[in-house]
């Protein structure tokens, strides 16, 4: 049972006990020179001609820049998706007891987890200069299907392929990370009652695993979005590209790319939003309720003040010696 403190100082052994605030004048400090900033920031946004407000209003949401916008959108939606599906397929094959599964599962992630996403764009992107001809077909055998390199992988095939496939990497690591840390004796106990391995996977280890698995997954989300915008080096008309069309007509550079700063942040922020319910979501019960409720609030973390360490102070006192005075 907890003791709320008393209004006033409370005396033990003829000794007057009072609760002291810590003081932190280099916090107040710092909050006054932030303060100070953000307000030559403010001031500068307002008062600078050179942003263009008026430019970045008339843009915002004009037809090719909301087009550009929802071409990122489904771009990020598509590439993660297919990051994750086959990112599940690679951290299973690095599981999975066959060394030749391991062997080609390590080699695709150090592969492109070791290289730029941009090199790996523009070399996809001239994938026709090592191969001008596609073709399906048995190994040296006939061929039933063939076409032109050019005209199958067009600019969105490239993005959208070189996206997910990198994202395939970082999403097998993350995936694998989240399985490894489920406990083996939840296997051990799933295999006694007769489960077998798929069902295990799907009904035992993948649930305990998305609490591991949600946060950096949405860190990801919110990377691939941002990550969309390395397309524009092959003429795919995504948000910044197709801002970049326009000022290259208007020589507004950079009112233009606030507009599409400003719709990058705006996706992120809901991004933000909807990882904090996931992560919310999946993390229930992990946590005891006491341990929740003493945690310190948003009010405590801001002010800094440990209201619980100073009623525990006054409602527990140091103990006295024989003679009644406190140690």
Do not use: C
């Not at 006491?290 to 100073?310: F, V, Y």
Request: hydrophobic content about 50%; overall charge positive.
């Amino acid at each position: 049972m907890t003791t709320r403190a008393p209004a006033h100082p409370v005396g033990v052994g003829g000794q007057t006990l009072k609760v002291v605030r810590l003081k932190h004048p280099g916090r107040w400090i710092a909050s006054a020179v932030a303060l100070v900033l953000a307000a030559m920031l403010v001031n500068t946004l307002i008062t600078n001609k050179n942003f263009q407000w008026d430019v970045v209003a008339k843009y915002f949401t004009s037809k090719s820049v909301l087009s550009g916008l929802g071409r990122t959108l489904e771009l990020t939606a598509l590439a993660m998706l297919i990051g994750i599906v086959l990112g599940v397929v690679l951290a299973l094959m690095r599981l999975s007891g066959s060394p030749v599964l391991k062997s080609i599962a390590g080699l695709y992630v150090w592969v492109f987890r070791g290289t730029p996403l941009l090199v790996q764009l523009i070399l996809l992107y001239n994938i026709s200069a090592l191969y001008p001809k596609l073709s399906l077909g048995i190994p040296f055998g006939p061929e039933f299907v063939s076409g032109n390199v050019n005209t199958i992988i067009t600019p969105y095939v490239v993005a959208l392929a070189a996206l997910a496939l990198n994202e395939a990497a970082f999403m097998s690591e993350i995936i694998r990370g989240g399985i490894l840390s489920v406990e083996p004796g939840q296997v051990e106990a799933a295999q006694a009652l007769g489960m077998r391995r798929n069902r295990i996977t799907r009904r035992v280890v993948l649930p305990q695993a998305m609490r591991f698995i949600i946060p950096p997954t949405g860190n990801q989300v919110i990377s691939m979005l941002k990550a969309t915008s390395l397309v524009s080096v092959i003429a795919l008309p995504e948000l910044l590209y197709s801002t970049q069309v326009i000022y290259t007509r208007t020589y507004q550079t950079i009112p233009l790319l606030i507009v599409a700063t400003l719709w990058y942040l705006i996706v992120t922020s809901v991004l933000m939003v909807g990882q904090g319910f996931l992560e919310r979501r999946y993390s229930r019960g992990s946590r005891s309720s006491g341990a929740t409720i003493q945690g310190p609030t948003m009010l405590r973390r801001l002010t800094g003040l440990n209201w619980r360490s100073a009623r525990t102070a006054v409602a527990d006192p140091p103990p006295l010696t024989p003679e009644g005075r406190s140690r």
